[in-house]
């Protein structure tokens, strides 16, 4: 990265998230140029750090990639692109591969080979095909990329800034041929606004789980990324399947603390609170069914017994296996007061995984020249209307790697393309901001009708409430934005109340439920009308 000029930092890659996304990418692009990753909180804060369950990829002899693509074809009900399912669960080995010539240390087989790792089973996978780190898998992840990072010497990962608006030169007619030079940034510590220059920009910002008011999500997930594209004009897809994580511990402390699938992948019931098992009676596969069923029955559940969680009980396995298998979970749950090894624990679902994005081809490129967006931020067409479980890890390494590759060969191509000179940051007449009460309200207005009107079950009545209410804070949020100093909160605000707006435009735009929309109002699928993607851009 050269020095700064003028609140202006260059380089020749610009990555936005540090996450696993964010560093495969950097630390394949560092091998043809300088790279700068920006994060907005600590580096190792992000969704990737909480990733518990693991990483889905074809491992053993007896799965096939044939079964891979078949589940996740199944669980995205109708909405996958088989192209892009095959080309990443095909890529998958070679991705899980270098993750551990990177120094990941995934959990072995006892007694077993080189290559013999121990494989988690998960909802919706026919085979056992989930690498693991205990139940720590994202913690390890982030370690292994985070060193690997650290030792190249073109890589530098700054903490504490938050990516403001992209750097867009506009096309020919102010349209087509739009071109992205970085980012205007905001430092954390100082407050000032600079510009991040770059031949090819990252988008890794990850999810939006905070959109929620209960979240399986750290605060970062604000869909900072999808907002700040959206604006510059690129079309998002998808953005109405929402995954709800069925089982976080009930617990006013415990912030919707995961308790991982993994645990129903190795015998765990649900159960009510009379211990009366009821997933049997919503599929054949019980607690193993899809994300999305297994959700909805906890739901439909609480709501038929006015239930505050219902239970999820382990306690029949040896005590030894389940400390040692989810030392992590164990110990979390103890230091609340639950011990999953005597007792059931109470669970809720909350919001987990936004399936929708930015739309990329299989290199990452979105349609605006320079732009890639990896990871949780795209839409590339795997996860359709519902994501089987652990395909997100797999998604993002093969995607990093695939949008490396993509910006090296399009930064080869481009040759010395200047940048045009944009301006400093203006902050106009705006003043630093004395109540944060009208940010804090607005924040947890959102989340709050976004969890009660835009939740796991759906209906007409609700989506339109929602985005009268939304429109009503958008116009406060915009008016505030630009009469204030920006700082973080203000920043994700206004990404929050974007991204809400743009989860409720396409909820109502979908006349059917499918996989993760369910609504009330067209409770069947609908293949003759609605088996297409929902995009909105900028102009729609
Ligand atoms: P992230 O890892 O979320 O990284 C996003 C980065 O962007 C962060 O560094 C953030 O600070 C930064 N950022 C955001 N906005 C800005 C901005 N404006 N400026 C600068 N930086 C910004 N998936 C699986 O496949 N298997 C699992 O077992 C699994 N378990 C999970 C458990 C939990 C509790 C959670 C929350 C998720 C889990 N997932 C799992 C999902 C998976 O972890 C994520 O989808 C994946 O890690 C996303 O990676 P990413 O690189 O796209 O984004
Ligand atoms: C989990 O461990 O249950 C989370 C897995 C995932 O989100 O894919």
Known sequence: MNAARNGSFESDFLVIGSGIAGLIFAIKAAEAGT?????????????????QGGIASVWSVDDSFE??????????????????????????????????????????????????????????????RVLHAQDLTGREIMRALGEAAASRRDLRV?????????????????????????AYVLDRASG?????????????????????????NPDVASGDGVAMAYRAGAPVANMEFIQFHPTCLYHPAAKSFLISEALRGEGAILRLPDGTPFMKSYHPDAELAPRDVVARAIDSEMKRHGLDYVLLDISHRPA??????????????????????????????AAHYMCGGLMTDLNARTPLAQLYAAGETAMTGLHGANRLASNSLLEAAVMGRRAAAAAREDLAAAGE????DFPRWDPGRAMRSEERVLITQSWDEIRRLMWNYVGIVRSNHR??????????IKEEVYGYYWDHLIDSDLIELRNLVEVAELVVRSAAARKESRGLHYTVDYPERDDAHCLHDTVIAKST
């Open 35 to 51: 790279v700068t990753v920006l994060t907005k909180a600590a580096s190792n804060e992000a969704n990737t750090a909480y990733a």
């Open 192 to 216: 000032a606004v600079d510009k991040f220059v770059a031949r090819a920009t990252l988008l890794a910002t990850g999810g939006a789980g905070k959109v929620y008011l209960y979240t399986t």
């Open 158 to 182: 700054l903490e504490n800034k938050v990516a403001v608006n992209l750097l867009m030169e506009p096309g020919a007619h102010g349209g087509d041929g739009a071109r992205c030079w970085g």
């Open 320 to 349: 030894d296996f389940v400390r040692s298998r989810f030392p992590n979970i164990f110990n979390r749950c103890l230091s609340f007061g639950f011990d999953l090894t005597r007792t059931p624990i109470p669970v809720v679902p």
């Open 67 to 128: 079964s891979h693509v078949d589940d996740t074809l199944r669980a995205g009900a109708g909405l996958c692109n088989r192209h892009a399912v095959e080309t990443i669960v095909r890529d998958g080995p070679e991705a899980v591969r270098e993750l551990i010539a990177l120094g990941t240390r995934f959990t072995r087989v006892e007694e077993g080979g080189e290559d013999e790792y121990d494989l988690g089973r998960e909802g919706g996978h026919s085979h056992r």
């Open 417 to 420: 393309r200047c940048p045009p």
């Open 463 to 472: 989506l339109a409430r929602a985005m009268r209410r939304l429109q009503l």
